[in-house]
């Protein structure tokens, strides 16, 4: 069973920081993007930062400079470093990946979701 694990999320004072981590397992041939998204309220799960398998990155408008994304290659880890937290930050947060399956004649390219971590950041 190819699963996303997420831990790290919870409660935390503004300007506080919370490092997620996202871990793929299962029979995975290759990682390709993997990224973070998160959903408020009443509100769309946006997309907050991704990283590809070579390592550009690219984030919303609305986290540059405070989160870092990150990968581990080695162990299918997607790490989201999130320091000067605001009140607006607090969100489910939702790890993806677009990954390589293995089949037994061919592999399949599927995307897949984290069960989702909930970070809540307090004035």
């Known amino acids: 069973q190819v699963q996303l694990v997420e831990s790290g999320g919870g409660l935390v004072q503004a300007g506080g920081s919370l490092r997620l981590s996202c871990a793929a397992s299962g029979s995975i041939f290759g990682v390709n993007s993997m990224g973070w998204y998160r959903q408020a309220p009443g509100r769309q799960r946006d997309l907050v930062a991704g990283i590809t398998s070579t390592g550009s990155t690219n984030y919303a408008s609305s986290v540059k400079g405070r989160f870092t994304i990150s990968r581990d290659n080695t162990n299918n880890t997607v790490y989201l470093q999130m320091n000067s937290l605001k009140p607006e930050d607090t969100a489910v947060y939702y790890c993806?990946?677009?990954?390589?399956?293995?089949?037994?004649?061919?592999?399949?390219?599927?995307?897949?979701w984290g069960q989702g971590t909930l970070v809540t950041v307090s004035a």
């Open positions: 993806n990946a677009d990954l390589v399956i293995r089949g037994y004649y061919y592999n399949t390219n599927r995307g897949f």
